[in-house]
């Protein structure tokens, strides 16, 4: 009876928790208390300084043809890296606002040189590619064909050409470029030094603002402002200048496969978002992959609301491609995924070098669902320059317009193994507590076949005690039969023998006979 009495109420009690959802409900709740930017939280520690180790990867499309180009003919380029960095992301003057609700932040990265994980030194190794400060002089001055025949006949001068052959460490970090040189004294605002990531090595993208989620955890980590505006001014519409998400570093907790998930990058200028693909696992650890669709460098006829990102209003390009010129002080800077994966097949026919796969050129981010962690990212673009016929330069009248690849990057992070083991751990903490009324369940469960085998092990027990009663009631009423009645001899003599005997004896004709004692019949008269 007390073990039916336990099972029954496990198996209430588990059915109930089940239904009512109650310790699941309890731990997430926990969650998403816990996984805020508290100042003293290890979320909050690990914010400020990441552990992971993040890696920036270079590589460049060196030009093997370019008269053939400024000819008219096909660019052909070969791809030369990875020239590998170690990325560090402190952030610094980190500040607390509105109660908590907010933090204050700025973020500058550094980048030290990894030559184990690099093709070769970038301070020998040589590159040609387009001499971006020449094409940039050249689209500034293009609305006004005197000028750019006065600046074409400047540069012939001081012999500027339309390809440049430099180092890689120049490119990347910057060099003393002699058109920009002469220009600087006439424009102060116009540096002397070019480079892709001229200092940006130990500074910062500007000043963000975040969400610490302490008033709604669907916030954690999301910019509220970027260097004081809450959104941008340079693009054509109001949903296009939207600053949303994250910067790609925190997300929320209890992510489903059917939200899309926003990042700010200032790299591209833009907001975009990223969509669930598919079930992943890394080091042990379950995730969510999420990428970006092909929708969000659509082209405005497939995605109506990519044609705010068109300035000025109505000049766009085609799908995959993204002009960034507002925010690059005016350069023809393009950006597209590497080798222009997901973009129109003209761009990638134009170029001959090009060869886009998902596997070496998608941007992904694996997501922990329960916590929002990322436990693996891939962050991958490419910047090219628009080129094109511009009156006024002779030496690009026979040019067809082209969008020229110049370099990509792929930032990579993959958590490492002792952030892996804690997440782990906290991931089983989850499993036990959210399933622990799946646990009381099976416990009632248990103990109910423990019930049946008791039940039928009692009646078992209580048939065998019957048995053995009737076998003893039967053994003791046959010993007493046995001592009450008297037997004879079974004859086997033949008939004619047995006439001989007393008239008084019965005649058995069927064989042999038990004969009992004989009556006295004159004793039933007395």
Same mark, same amino acid.
């Given at each position: 009876?007390?073990?039916g009495?336990?099972?029954?109420?496990?198996?209430?009690?588990? #059915?109930?928790? %089940?239904v009512?959802?109650?310790?699941?409900?309890i731990?997430f709740?926990?969650?998403?208390? +816990?996984?805020?930017?508290t100042?003293?939280?290890?979320?909050?520690e690990?914010?400020?300084n990441?552990?992971?180790p993040i890696?920036?990867?270079?590589?460049f499309?060196?030009?093997?043809?370019?008269?053939?180009?400024?000819?008219?003919?096909?660019?052909?380029?070969?791809?030369?890296?990875p020239?590998?960095?170690?990325?560090?992301r *402190?952030?610094?003057?980190?500040?607390?606002?509105?109660?908590?609700?907010?933090v204050?932040?700025k973020?500058?990265?550094?980048?030290?040189f990894?030559?184990e994980?690099?093709?070769?030194d970038?301070?020998?190794?040589?590159? =040609?590619?387009?001499?971006i400060?020449?094409?940039?002089?050249m689209?500034?001055?293009?609305?006004?064909?005197w000028?750019?025949?006065?600046?074409s006949?400047? *540069?012939?001068s001081?012999?500027?050409?339309?390809? *440049?052959?430099?180092?890689?460490?120049?490119?990347?970090?910057?060099?003393?470029?002699?058109?920009?040189?002469?220009?600087h004294? /006439?424009?102060?605002?116009i540096?002397?030094?070019?480079?892709?990531?001229y200092k940006?090595?130990?500074?910062?993208?500007?000043?963000?603002?975040y969400?610490?989620g +302490?008033a709604?955890y669907?916030d954690?980590?999301?910019?509220?402002?970027w260097n004081?505006?809450?959104?941008?001014?340079?693009?054509?519409?109001?949903?296009?200048n /939207? #600053?949303?998400?994250?910067?790609?570093?925190?997300?929320?907790?209890?992510?489903?496969?059917?939200?899309?998930?926003?990042?700010?990058?200032?790299?591209?200028c833009?907001?975009?978002?990223?969509?669930?693909?598919?079930? %992943?696992?890394?080091?042990?650890?379950?995730?969510y992959?999420?990428s970006?669709p092909?929708?969000?460098?659509?082209?405005?006829?497939?995605?109506?609301a990519?044609?705010g990102?068109?300035?000025?209003?109505g000049?766009?390009l085609?799908a995959?491609?993204?002009?960034?010129?507002v925010?690059?002080?005016g350069?023809?800077?393009?950006v597209?995924?590497?080798?222009?994966?997901?973009?129109d097949?003209k761009y990638?026919?134009?170029?001959e070098?090009?060869?886009?796969?998902k596997?070496?050129?998608?941007?992904?981010?694996?997501?922990n669902?329960?916590?929002?962690f990322?436990?693996r990212?891939?962050? =991958?673009?490419?910047?090219? #320059?628009l *080129?094109? =016929?511009?009156?006024?330069f002779?030496?690009t009248?026979?040019?067809n317009?082209?969008?020229f690849?110049?370099m990509?990057?792929?930032?990579t992070?993959?958590i490492?193994?002792?952030?892996?083991?804690?997440m782990?751990?906290?991931?089983? #903490?989850?499993?036990?507590v959210?399933?622990?009324?799946?646990i009381?369940?099976?416990?009632?469960a248990?103990?109910l076949?423990?019930?049946?085998?008791?039940?039928?092990r009692?009646?078992?027990?209580?048939?065998?005690?019957?048995?053995?009663?009737?076998?003893e009631?039967f053994?003791?009423?046959a010993?007493?039969?046995k001592?009450?009645?008297?037997y004879t001899?079974?004859?086997?003599?033949?008939?004619e023998?047995l006439?001989n005997?007393?008239?008084t004896?019965?005649?058995?004709?069927?064989?042999?006979?038990?004969s /009992?004692?004989?009556?006295?019949t004159?004793k039933?008269?007395?």
């Open positions: 009876y007390a073990t009495i336990i099972c029954a109420h496990l198996l209430i009690v588990g #059915i109930a928790l %089940v009512a959802q109650v310790f699941p409900t731990i709740n926990r969650l998403k208390k +816990e996984i805020t930017l100042d003293g939280k290890d979320v909050f690990a914010w400020k990441p552990t992971p890696y920036m990867q270079y590589f499309f060196n030009v093997t043809n370019p008269e053939e180009f400024l000819a008219g003919g096909k660019p052909a380029v070969t791809q030369i890296g020239y590998t960095y170690r990325e560090y *402190m952030r610094e003057n980190v500040t607390f606002i509105e109660n908590g609700t907010k204050f932040a973020n500058p990265k550094s980048f030290v990894l030559p994980m690099s093709v070769g970038p301070e020998v190794d040589l590159v =040609r590619t387009v001499n400060p020449a094409v940039s002089v689209d500034a001055v293009k609305s006004s064909f000028l750019s025949s006065l600046v006949i400047w *540069m012939n001081i012999g500027v050409e339309m390809f *440049m052959t430099r180092t890689v460490h120049e490119i990347l970090w910057g060099f003393k470029d002699p058109l920009l040189t002469r220009l004294p /006439m424009k102060p605002e540096e002397e030094y070019f480079g892709l990531m940006k090595n130990g500074t910062s993208e500007g000043e963000f603002v969400y610490t +302490e709604d669907r954690y980590g999301k910019i509220s402002t004081g505006q809450s959104k941008m001014s340079w693009w054509s519409s109001n949903e296009s /939207m #600053i949303n998400g994250s910067d790609g570093s925190t997300f929320h907790p209890l992510i489903s496969k059917n939200e899309s998930l926003f990042i700010f990058t200032a790299d591209l833009r907001s975009i978002h990223l969509n669930f693909e598919k079930d %992943v696992e890394v080091k042990g650890i379950p995730a992959r999420f970006p092909p929708e969000v460098l659509a082209s405005p006829e497939d995605n109506p990519n044609a990102f068109c300035v000025p209003a000049e766009c085609g995959g491609v993204l002009k960034v010129s925010c690059r002080k350069a023809p800077v393009v597209s995924f590497p080798h222009f994966y997901q973009a097949q990638i026919d134009a170029i070098g090009m060869s886009p796969n596997e070496d050129h998608e941007t992904f981010l694996d997501l669902p329960t916590t929002g990322p436990i990212a891939c962050k =991958r673009a490419q910047l090219n #320059i *080129m094109s =016929r511009v009156y006024g002779p030496q009248k026979n040019l317009e082209t969008i690849p110049v990509f990057v792929n930032e992070v993959v490492d193994e002792e952030s892996a083991v804690k782990k751990n906290l991931l089983l #903490i989850v499993t036990v959210s399933n622990c009324p799946l009381i369940v099976g416990l009632g248990i103990m076949v423990i019930l049946i085998i008791l039940i039928c009692a009646r078992q027990i209580k048939n065998e005690v019957k048995r053995i009663d009737f076998s009631a053994h003791s009423f010993t007493t039969a001592e009450d009645t008297a001899q079974v004859s086997d003599k033949p008939e023998t006439e005997h007393s008239s004896n019965q005649q058995l004709k069927n064989g042999p006979y038990i /009992m004692s004989p009556i006295d004159e039933c008269f007395d």
